[in-house]
């Protein structure tokens, strides 16, 4: 049976043509991949899907029967249900509020909480999905509160469950967790689409893959015949290179230390003892670790945006004393945030102000306090160009560009202040496989130049590809020190786990 | 006056004080648990207050005063949420601009309808003997005899606190509301009617503006003077956000700030003996001082609903 068929579907924007005579047909209890890389077109068939926008033609069939969905509402009657990317949740309110509001059960014109709350208490015993109904959403993982979302749409009657990136602000655990919740619904009858560009994932709990490629689909293929290579090849439209190309540098002098280093974080736990290491010139020091072990406490002191309790950073051989974001920019960091929109990038700003940004108030770019356009102009036109970032247009808000073009843009901006030590922060995080090959490769140019990289991250096989040593962060200390030749991912997750520790010899 | 006469007469006082404040900052908190910021409380009482007195001139009762003030307030109400909700345009300005025009309107109406500047001739109002709810029977306990003598606006405005605080927390419209306030894009998602549930709050706390606006001119005073509303739809505002954007934290909000007025001008009298030296203009400062203080000392904490202010689009 046909859960959902969509046909000849094409959606047109101002100046692109997002989806390009789009036709799926999804079976009934089966989980069903659509990948493609940012801006493929996934995002925008599956809003089409769950009545956000409007299709300029095609035809859309839930169960057989032909559809009209105008707004989410319409999809919620059809039992189309989505996860965002973005939860669409109240942080204030209680898991159960979250689950139950639009529908709520009512004593007249009152709110039967009780009653609610024995509802989300049976629904989540039903699908083995706990939560503690009366928790606010705000003091729950995020993990657990995309399991709120699912409890919702499955509370709306939901058959069929889209699910937009999920994973991408899971933990490794989280996710793994989630795949078991998405198997055992697809068990139990409903019809999963889930929307990825990580092809490991896609591959552990498809059934069938889609795959988008600038709006059109490339071909739909049975998980067992098929395999990552293939889809990053039907993605991207040539051979992607997954392997990071080996590249021996020779290990030069130390340009960053830490010694001791201690930290405590915004809510008042210690989150990292007494943590030292060396960054060498020519090399990538990788730090592994399960998320929450200590490495935003360890970020966020080299950056300068907490104190340390304790310990020295030295940077360019020298200790430094005051320490804050300037001055350690000052002394030759440059930083890749995680989180580019937050802390990377000035969303509502151009390509052109934001590769300046941090050189604004230096020459050429600005001349006592005022900004010389053309200098900058020029600039941006040179950095969009060395760094590929499309459009080629300047003047294109952050906003506007897709999360593998920011990331270029920052880069572009970073790499081009003077730096002689990179602190990487899950660099590739949401980025598709094209854009996470382009970080990859500037990385290495940079460890061939001489610069020290500092790469925090959660994916191992980066960890593993890039590094050239490894540290494993687990409650804050270092709990051993590895090199991808002598390890295994494998080793390394047991270290993650607190399970296995390593002498280190420093 | 005995001592526990004085105690009653400046509990009842400060009720009095207290009643505009409050129904101000309701107006706030039902507007801005929606999301929507409403600085416009503050012209919509001075509206009003003009209105009820007009009303009530032309009628010879207060009762259709407060019809004509409540209509005001309805009609002001809905032009900030057309241009804030119809055309998601900024809140803060629409308030501003709703404002002034009541200051130049109301100052117009005043001189074209009563010929006069500065005040109004005096109207039946709530306040006369006759229209006070008198409950003789509670008149010499301590405290409770506070209550002996208020008006009914002063009532209504105890009775709005009570009736917002079940509405807001446990009703199934008071979960909206909160959630449009919280996260308008989650709601809608949900199917909640958003722009209809942000009308409908705008539209009230205007309304409960309107109470105030007429509890200065038809309950404590019983004309219109220009002067009105005196920033009394500001110190709401504080108190909304003393407060925490609650009924009852409103109305503990709403009588410190009043009592800061009795006091002042019981200190006034207290003062006239040793403290002459001490120029009227500081007792008249007080309360806002007082205002200032502890908003300095509670805003850190305070936390608005996440929405709040923020103009809501629709995805297209």
Known sequence: MKALEVKNIIKRFPGVLANDNINLSINKSEIYSIVGENGAGKSTLMKIIYGLYTPTSGEIYVFGKKVKINSSNDAIKLKIGMVHQEFMLIPRFSVTENIVLGHEPRKGMFFDRKVAVKEIKEISDRYGLKVDPLEKVENLPVGIQQRVEILKILRRGAEILIFDEPTAVLTPEEAEDLFKTLSFLRDSGKTIIFISHKLKEVMTISDRIAVLRRGELQGVVYKEKTNEKELARMMVGRDVVLEIPEALVKRGDTITSVRNLTVKNKRGIVGLKDVSFDVHSGEILGIAGVEGNGQSELIDALIGFIKPIGGSIFLSGKKVKLINPRNMRKRGMAYIPEDRKRRGLILPFKIKDNVIMGQHNKRPFSRNGILNDMAIESFAEKKVEEFDIRPRDIYTKAANLSGGTQQKVLLARELSINHNFILASQPTRGLDIGAMEFVYKMLIEEKKRGVAVLLVSLELSEIMGLADRILVLYEGVIIGETKPGETSEEELGLMMLGLKKKERVM | ?316
Not at chain 2, 2 to 15: A, E, V
Not at chain 2, 49 to 64: E, N, R
Not at chain 2, 99 to 122: A, D, H, Q, R
């Open chain 2, 1 to 316: 006056m005995n001592n526990m006469s004085l105690l009653n007469s400046s509990l009842s006082q400060t009720m009095d004080y207290a009643a505009p404040i409050l129904f101000a900052a309701l107006g706030g908190v039902i507007s801005e648990n929606a999301g929507v910021v409403n600085i416009a409380l503050e012209g919509i009482m001075r509206f009003a207050a003009f209105f009820g007195v007009w009303g009530a001139f032309v009628s010879g009762t207060p009762w259709i005063g407060l019809l004509w003030g409540i209509v005001i307030g309805i009609v002001i109400g809905s032009l900030h949420a057309y241009i804030t909700v119809k055309w998601a345009g900024d809140q803060i300005v629409s308030g501003v601009a709703i404002n002034v025009m009541s200051m130049g309107i109301i100052t117009y109406l005043l001189e074209l309808i009563f010929k006069t500047t500065g005040y109004s001739p005096p109207v039946p109002y709530f306040g006369s003997s006759v229209n006070r709810i008198h409950l003789v029977f509670l008149k010499d306990i301590p405290f409770l005899g506070a209550f002996s003598n208020l008006t009914i606006l002063v009532w209504f405005a105890i009775i709005l606190t009570v009736v917002m605080h079940f509405v807001l927390y446990r009703t199934v419209l008071g979960l909206r509301i909160r959630s449009v306030g919280e996260n308008p894009h989650a709601a809608e998602t949900l199917g909640i009617n958003v722009a209809g549930i942000k009308w409908f709050a705008v539209i009230m706390g205007s309304i409960f503006a309107a109470f105030g606006g007429m509890a200065l001119s038809l309950g404590t005073l019983s004309s219109f003077t220009n002067a009105m509303a005196n920033g009394k739809g500001f110190i709401g505002l504080a108190a909304m956000i003393f407060g925490k954007w609650t009924p009852f934290g409103a109305m503990a909000a709403s009588l410190l700030f009043a009592s800061a007025q009795v006091i002042q001008l019981l200190l006034q009298v207290a003062a006239s003996g040793f403290a002459k030296g001490i120029p009227l203009g500081f007792y008249l400062a007080l309360p806002y001082i007082l205002t200032i203080g502890a908003l300095i000392g509670v805003v850190g904490r305070a936390v608005a609903p996440a929405a709040d202010g923020v103009p809501y689009k629709k995805e297209s």
